[in-house]
């Protein structure tokens, strides 16, 4: 049977075993990700980037999507995507049509 001594410095030599291959490994992966990057063009701005907005067809800025809606009395607009606004909610539900405030 094995003293404590020994098993602590089979404990150490496995610890320092386990740091290097944990080193080798993240230096491995760090390789493939920078030659996956270079190979694409990516840049780490790519990387940090959310979700990509909708781009006009050309591909440049992101393209904004025009206003269906509007409230005649605050100028308010809504694309007609996405929840509908608390203005609108409201007129709906006074018994106001969608079509009432369409531009």
């Known amino acids: ?14 610890e320092k075993q386990i740091a290097e291959t944990q080193r080798e490994e993240r230096a491995n ?5 920078k030659a996956i990057m270079s190979e694409h063009g990516l ?6 980037q959310r979700a990509a907005p ?3 067809a050309e591909g440049g800025t992101p393209r904004k999507v025009a206003a269906k809606y ?3 009395e605050t100028g308010e607009t809504w ?9 609108l909610k409201a007129a709906l539900a006074d ?7 369409a531009i």
């Open 1 to 14: 049977m094995a003293t404590l001594q020994e098993l602590l410095a089979q404990k150490a030599s496995l």
């Open 29 to 33: 992966a760090i390789a493939k990700v």
């Open 43 to 48: 840049t780490l701005a790519d990387l940090s």
């Open 54 to 56: 909708a781009r006009s």
């Open 70 to 72: 509007r409230n005649g």
């Open 79 to 87: 694309s007609g995507r996405g929840l509908q606004p608390k203005w």
């Open 95 to 101: 018994g106001k049509q969608l079509s009432d405030f």
